[in-house]
């Protein structure tokens, strides 16, 4: 059985690129995954029975590492999670809550700071201790505005070899930032058409793009989060400096809330942990305890 990609989704067709990347194979999905509740994503891993060169059918998916709804894409790599300096005004409690949802997806986040052509140098000082602050965790961050003919150069490198998918609040600069990146990338023309043409209510469609041997997604994703697959005892190894620390904390099932001898309760005494990524570490705790329980019967 021949064994190819999802890379597009449009109008119940399955556009398959083949294991040598030679060519698109137009697919159905077979009515036995309605059945089971399963629908083919793009990103799959699939085999498909091909009735000919150019169309054929989905015959099994291959396990995902993971799957978004919005936009609907499986196997991501990591999330360019674009945030503005200015209007809106940059949100460390909104951005936490989406590096928090993003980590638990195991997608990495990568954080990009739009509209920095906006912010006074005031501003801007603040912003710099933020963006320090993030990269001292592991984060990498990269700041932009529009236009900024260097931004192409920073950004491709980070997309190399990966799959990867935007995200953010509506008007932080999404869709400014794929039209600043993508006339200069070796794009397919129709993929950069649709990408570059698309409304807000044009067919719904997905396309992974090839972009520097990596592919990205051309739909904007999740504006927003809540944490209803994550459990209490998962949370902390969502925060990065939490995680390589609680290993440290005298109990192994440690909340990091009043615990005796809790390592991470000590890095935010002695400023190694910022105070405020432990605040909405414990917003999130709450969030999730409050949590009305699941069925277990489900
Ligand atoms: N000054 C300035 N304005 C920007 C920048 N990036 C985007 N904008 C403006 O911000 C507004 C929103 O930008 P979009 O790119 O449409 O934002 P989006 O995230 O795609 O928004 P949605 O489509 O609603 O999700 C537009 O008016 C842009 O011109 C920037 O770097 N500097
Ligand atoms: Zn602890």
Request: aromatic share 8%; glycine share 6%.
């Amino acid at each position: 059985m021949p064994k190819g990609q999802i890379r597009k989704a449009l109008s119940g067709f399955y556009y398959v690129l083949d294991q040598d990347g030679e060519r698109y194979i137009q697919c159905r999905g077979r009515g036995v995954f309605r059945n089971r509740k399963i629908t083919p994503l793009v990103g799959d891993f699939v085999d498909y029975a091909a009735d000919n060169d150019l169309e054929g059918t989905i015959t099994h998916i291959h396990e995902r590492k993971n799957e978004l709804v919005r936009p609907p894409i499986s196997n991501i790599d990591q999330a360019i999670l674009v945030f503005s300096a200015k209007q809106p005004d940059f949100h460390p409690l909104l951005l936490d809550r989406f590096l928090t949802a993003i980590e638990s997806f195991s997608i990495k986040p990568v954080i990009c700071l739009t509209k920095m052509d906006l912010v006074n140098e005031e501003e801007q000082e603040k912003l710099q201790r933020y963006i320090e602050d993030y990269e001292t965790i592991g984060y990498e961050v990269i700041p932009a505005f529009k236009g900024d003919p260097a931004l192409a150069e920073r950004l491709l490198p980070v997309l190399e070899g990966k799959t990867s998918v935007l995200a953010g609040q509506s008007g932080v600069g999404k869709s400014t930032l794929l039209n600043t990146i993508l006339p200069s990338l070796d794009l397919k023309t129709d993929a950069i058409s649709q990408a570059l043409n698309r409304g807000k209510h044009t067919t719904r469609h997905v396309e992974l793009m090839e972009v520097n041997n990596g592919l990205l997604a051309d739909t904007p994703g999740f504006s927003s989060f809540d944490f209803e697959t994550i459990e209490k005892e998962e949370l902390s190894a969502c925060f990065p400096e939490m995680a390589e620390r609680s290993g440290d904390c005298k109990f192994r099932e440690c909340l990091h809330l009043n615990e005796p001898k809790c390592a991470i309760k000590a890095a935010v005494e002695a400023g190694e942990i910022a105070d405020y990524r432990y605040k909405h570490y414990l917003k999130f705790l709450e969030e999730i305890m409050n949590r009305k329980p699941r069925y277990s019967n489900d």
